[in-house]
């Protein structure tokens, strides 16, 4: 689940997060930090290998520090969730305007 004070145009995405089972809403969390780091609002401070599995240590331009399991799907695959991602906020935001 995503933190309860996120921004109110990201309520339609928890919403549908909060639907999944886990191992969908982590490729989601991951996605939406890579998009984070991709619009400056984040970026990847480090690289840890965790339990044989590699993770991605991001830190928001808030400073804020977090990290997330790296997902064992393909690049593609991740990149098709970021633009669902995209496409989420995007509607969000509009909606929101």
Partial sequence: MMPSDIP???G???SI???HPPATRELFQYAFALLAVEDGKAQIVG???IEQREHITFQTIAGEVFTLAKPAVAE???ERIAEIVREVLQTESDHAA
């Fill in 17 to 19: 997060l909060d639907e």
């Fill in 12 to 14: 339609l995405l928890s």
């Fill in 47 to 49: 690289r840890p290998w």
């Fill in 8 to 10: 109110p145009e990201l």
């Fill in 76 to 78: 593609s695959e991740l």
